[in-house]
Nanobody
Framework: VQLQASGGGLVQAGESLTLSCIVS????????MAWYRQAPGKERELVAG???????SYTDSVKGRFTISRDNDKNSVYLQMNSLKPEDTAVYFC??????????????WGQGTLVTVSS
C-alpha cells in the first residue's frame, strides 16, 4: 500500500490550499482517513479525521477553516484549507486505516507535504 500526498506549498496568510492523498495497493476497503501535521519543534498532531460513515472531526484550531473529504472511487482523501494562518505552517501527513485483501487491518502514512504560510 502506498500513499502519495501532494498540494503543499508557500502561500500568504488568508490564502487557500488543497492537499490530496491518493491511496494505491491491494486493499479491500479504506476505513479511516486523516490528516496530521507536524510543525518544527512540535509533536505531530491530528488535524482532521474522517470515518467510513462520513463523520468528520477537526482539531479546534482549524474548525471552520479546514474541510476533509474523500473520493471513494479514486481512493483519495483531501484537505481543503482556507484562511490559512502562519501557525498552520507544518509538514502535513495523510494517514489511512485500511482492510487489506488478506483481511488484515493496517495503518499507513504518506510521505508528508510541506505547507508554509507567510504573514
Amino acid at each position: 500500500v502506498q500513499l502519495q500526498a501532494s498540494g503543499g506549498g508557500l502561500v500568504q496568510a488568508g490564502e487557500s490550499l488543497t492537499l490530496s492523498c491518493i491511496v494505491s495497493g491491494n486493499i479491500l476497503r479504506i476505513n479511516t482517513m486523516a490528516w496530521y501535521r507536524q510543525a518544527p519543534g512540535k509533536e505531530r498532531e491530528l488535524v482532521a479525521g474522517l470515518r467510513s460513515g462520513g463523520r468528520a472531526s477537526y482539531t479546534d484550531s482549524v474548525k471552520g477553516r479546514f474541510t476533509i473529504s474523500r473520493d471513494n472511487d479514486k481512493n483519495s482523501v483531501y484537505l481543503q484549507m482556507n484562511s490559512l494562518k502562519p501557525e498552520d505552517t507544518a509538514v502535513y501527513f495523510c494517514n489511512v486505516g485500511v482492510q487489506l485483501a488478506s483481511g488484515l487491518i493496517e495503518n499507513y502514512w504518506g510521505q508528508g507535504t510541506l505547507v508554509t504560510v507567510s504573514s
